[in-house]
């Protein structure tokens, strides 16, 4: 009896959401129409501000963290009933595409998906928050619970501006939810992220004539390319550490024996054990030519996201509100860092990957599935009901 009076309610809940669809969709709309590259501060912060009104409409309490170099952070404050934590909702409101992007790759829907820069990763994420919130305030005639949202400006650069109160946000919240999109066709939650680092190895070579002294001269270049082959070796796929010269640079001129190259190396690291193994190994690397100089800079920026329990507990509840609808909600382990990693890496249970579903994160395909938003609102608003 109750089982069935329950899925009367979500069933309900799911006509709410589904009613709302449209107006959904033209937010997600509206806020991917607003170009936010981290790079560009001025259009970082014209969504800020706009992102700030949205949620300062539903009763929110807006602060503004002041960035220098990126768009300005947002904190948006909802008190609750319950004298309780809050749970943080945390996501980004940057993207990786140039000023300009939307004029050859506009916003628009087709075949049930909707296109555009960022609308994956992840403004239909924030959209997401927006709209729950106002649910589980109508549904509940305000919040049950505090909830805070935490936006960054600059989470596909890094996280240098916004990282610190991310963690101090974190350390207050009973939970965090990230809106990052989800895995996969089936929108599959993530409960573990590999951590990322970026290093950059500097060959200091001896330079020559090309032509009239080739014995004097000692290539920076040819050093480089026997390094990169010895990285290639620091590859361990079977336990998910991965290391990638991404980009390599040196030289002057075909007639000079390279004074200076250098590499870019991305690398990802399935425990956090492993950071400091691998870091050892970056920076006790030996030049084959004595007479080249070796320096290596760079570090673990993301810690992993490692699949502790804290994150387990979070998922089974989401499992839970997902049977309501009687949908399987998968887990996946990903590659890409987040902002979650950080939250996770202190402990705070975290669940990351609960926004769009969709692909073509980054690239010229990127869309979510129209859709799968209904399912998704439910899922939040249930996880903020239930942690
Ligand atoms: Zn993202």
């Known amino acids: ?53 949205k949620f300062e409409a539903l009763g929110g309490r807006a602060h503004i963290h002041r960035v220098k170099d990126f768009g300005d952070n947002l904190q948006i404050d909802f008190p609750g ?18 000023l300009g992007t939307l004029q050859t790759m506009p916003c628009h829907a087709a075949d049930g998906r909707l296109y555009g820069p960022g609308v994956l990763d992840m403004k239909s994420g924030i959209a997401l928050m927006l709209y729950v919130i106002e649910a589980l305030q109508s549904w509940h ?8 949202v935490f936006l960054v400006s600059d989470e ?17 919240s009973a939970a965090v939810l ?23 190895l500097t060959v200091q ?21 026997r390094q990169i082959s010895a990285l290639s070796k620091l590859n361990d796929l079977q336990r998910g550490i991965s290391v990638n010269a991404g980009v390599i640079r040196g030289g002057t001129r075909t007639n000079v024996i390279a004074a200076e190259a250098t590499a870019e190396i991305d690398v990802r690291i399935k425990l956090a054990k492993q950071a400091v193994m691998l870091d050892r190994k970056l920076r006790s690397l030996k030049p084959f030519d004595k007479h080249c100089k070796l320096t290596v800079e760079g570090g673990v920026n993301r810690m992993p996201m490692e699949r502790n329990a804290g994150v387990v507990a979070l998922y089974k509840k989401a499992v839970v509100v997902a049977k309501q609808l009687d949908w399987k909600l998968e887990e996946a382990s990903v590659g890409g860092g987040s ?14 990957g609960l926004g769009g579903v969709g692909s073509g994160a980054h690239a010229a395909h990127e869309h979510i599935v129209i859709s799968e938003l209904p399912r998704r609102a439910l899922l939040l608003a249930g996880m903020i009901e239930s942690v």
């Open 1 to 53: 009896m109750r089982a069935k009076q329950l899925g009367n309610i979500w069933r309900e809940r799911l006509r709410y959401f589904e009613g709302r669809q449209e107006a959904l969709v033209s937010t997600i709309r509206e806020f991917v129409e607003i170009e936010s590259p981290s790079d560009a501060k001025p259009a970082a912060d014209r969504m800020s501000q706009f992102l700030a009104a």
């Open 81 to 98: 009933r319950e004298k309780v934590k809050p749970v943080l909702l945390l996501g980004h409101f940057d993207t990786v595409y140039p």
């Open 141 to 148: 005639a305000g919040l049950p619970r505090p909830v805070t």
């Open 156 to 172: 596909e650069v890094g996280s240098s501006s916004s990282r610190k109160i991310t963690e101090s946000l974190a350390k207050e």
């Open 178 to 200: 990230v809106l990052e999109p989800a895995a996969g066709p089936r929108g599959a939650v993530k409960t573990a992220r590999k951590g990322v680092g970026e290093y950059k």
């Open 205 to 225: 070579g001896v330079a020559a004539h090309a032509g009239l002294d080739p014995g004097k001269g000692h290539s920076a270049i040819v050093e480089l390319a």
């Open 339 to 352: 902002d979650g990693n950080f939250t996770a890496g202190l402990g705070v249970p975290t669940l990351d």
